[in-house]
């Protein structure tokens, strides 16, 4: 089985929020929550000012603290690696949105909990992620962390740096961020599941 | 941008970091620790042979329906009946899960002991376990969440000791006076982790500190109003018990809401 993961390479992202409306289209996120949203730092002082766009989203965690939570088995790990929500099994007790270090998940309207899937639809189909596709820059890579020849192994691979959000958590996550500015650095690299 | 040195954090879109659970979820916190130390109570009588009628077990099991009314009225999934997974599924690792066997089980025994059949000792001993299920299951959902710093591993014995002490301190003022001695012990008890809790946080680490800070601007002198009703409620009990027995529950559902409520915020930065 593949073991699905994303990278994001911070120094081609411009900001432009493609990524998250192509994802808000994609998968119908009611309004007033989000799957995914573009985190815009500033710091320092003119002249020495820099500044940072990092796109955020569930991070798919190898070791997922939302999971084991779950009253009712519906927050599951995939055999690929993918976290999910059974939306059928689902009782929106929000004991997985209190675990989540990342404020990746939401209470859906409709009666259960929501997160980004990586596009678990499309990907059944052979597709990218909608904010893959979408991507002017090309700064998001997708696939088999499994595959060296993988898109997201050569963009990994390739990186200067590689960063994971809060790896204090020993979530392990499998959206990584490459190519972080140094004054920006999010974490010690090591951390990659 | 010249000046001060600055950090600005801003958003396309937003993290999910909201509040998520509300005052329906702050009363149920408090409703399950009524109707787990109520049914607490009834398997002691229970198993101690002492008398009853069965009004307290029927009062035990009217509280579980209220609470399990509330929880039910403010899901999202109310009209789904996702609920029944609860019971269809094997989650030993979820605190919920225990809670759902801990409040149904507790909720049939009651009944049965309500209603006078079967073995009364053998129900009191069942009751012992689920009524227990039940009192712990608000401090382990609270501490199992590592990323909130507010919600430390104290509240796996602050929770079940505040929820003891609300139950058992509304049995005193409906006149259970052999409580008394045991309400006492369980306010000071309160009022000591209550402290302990602080303490703990304040000598943490960094993220621990900020929390402090954090649960002190939002509701200080609250929460230390709430640790010195327990503590001198102890004091109250022989001359005037009512006052102390409500001073005691005050005190104690207004540190547990609190700590619900405030311990939603994620951190650092806050």
Redesign the interface.
């Known amino acids: 089985m593949p073991r699905y993961a994303m990278a994001i390479d911070l120094a081609a992202c411009v900001g432009c929020a493609a990524c998250a409306v192509a994802c808000k289209l994609e998968n119908e996120v009611p309004a007033g929550v989000d799957r995914l949203w573009i985190r815009l730092e500033e710091r320092g002082t003119f002249p020495d000012l820099a500044m940072q766009y990092r796109p955020e989203q569930c991070l798919h965690c190898a070791e997922p603290p939302c999971v084991p939570v779950c009253p009712t088995g519906a927050s599951h790990v995939t055999a690929d690696g993918l976290v999910l929500v059974d939306a059928e099994t689902c009782i929106a007790c929000g004991a997985c949105i209190a675990a989540c270090p990342y404020d990746a998940r939401y209470f859906d309207p409709r009666g259960f909990v929501g997160k980004c899937t990586f596009c678990e639809h499309r990907i059944v189909q052979g597709q990218l992620p909608a904010c893959v596709e979408t991507c002017p820059t090309l700064c998001r890579t997708f696939g088999d962390l499994d595959d060296p020849e993988s898109d997201v192994s050569r963009a990994i691979r390739a990186a200067r740096r590689v960063d994971v959000l809060k790896p204090e958590q020993g979530t392990r996550p499998k959206l990584v961020y490459l190519n972080t500015p140094a004054r920006f650095g999010l974490a010690a690299e090591g951390a990659l599941p | 941008?010249?000046?001060?040195?600055?950090?600005?954090?801003?958003?396309?879109?937003?993290?999910?970091?909201a509040a998520?659970?509300h005052w329906p979820?702050l009363l149920h916190f408090v409703l399950v620790a009524v109707a787990g130390g109520v049914a607490l109570l009834v398997a002691y009588r229970a198993l101690s042979g002492a008398r009853f009628t069965w009004r307290l077990p029927a009062l035990a099991l009217a509280l579980i329906v209220l609470d399990l009314g509330v929880l039910w009225g403010e899901?999202?999934?109310?009209?789904?009946l996702?609920?029944v997974?609860?019971f269809?599924?094997f989650?030993p690792?979820?605190?919920?899960?225990w809670g759902?066997w801990g409040l149904a089980g507790s909720a049939a025994l009651t009944a049965l002991l309500a209603l006078g059949w079967g073995p009364r000792r053998g129900w009191g001993a069942l009751l012992l376990v689920t009524s227990s299920l039940a009192l712990l299951y608000p401090g382990l959902?609270?501490a199992?969440?590592?990323?909130?710093p507010l919600w430390t591993p104290l509240l796996l014995v602050f929770m079940p000791v505040t929820g003891l002490l609300i139950a058992w301190g509304l049995a005193l003022l409906l006149g259970q006076r052999d409580l008394g001695v045991a309400v006492g012990a369980l306010a000071l008890a309160g009022a000591a982790l209550g402290g302990l809790y602080l303490a703990g946080l304040a000598a943490g680490p960094g993220g621990a500190r900020a929390a402090l800070e954090h649960l002190w601007h939002e509701a200080g002198v609250w929460f230390a109003l709430a640790l010195a009703a327990m503590l001198v409620s102890p004091a109250l009990l022989r001359r005037y018990p009512a006052v102390a027995a409500l001073l005691a529950v005050a005190g104690a559902v207004l540190a547990r809401s609190l700590l619900v409520e405030i311990g939603?915020v994620?951190g650092p930065p806050f």
Request: glycine share 4%.
């Open positions: 941008m010249t000046g001060a040195a600055a950090s600005i954090t801003t958003f396309y879109g937003a993290p999910n970091s998520f659970w979820t899901s999202l999934a109310r009209w789904r996702t609920h997974y609860l269809l599924s989650q690792a979820s605190a919920i899960w759902a959902v609270l199992a969440n590592a990323a909130r939603q994620m």
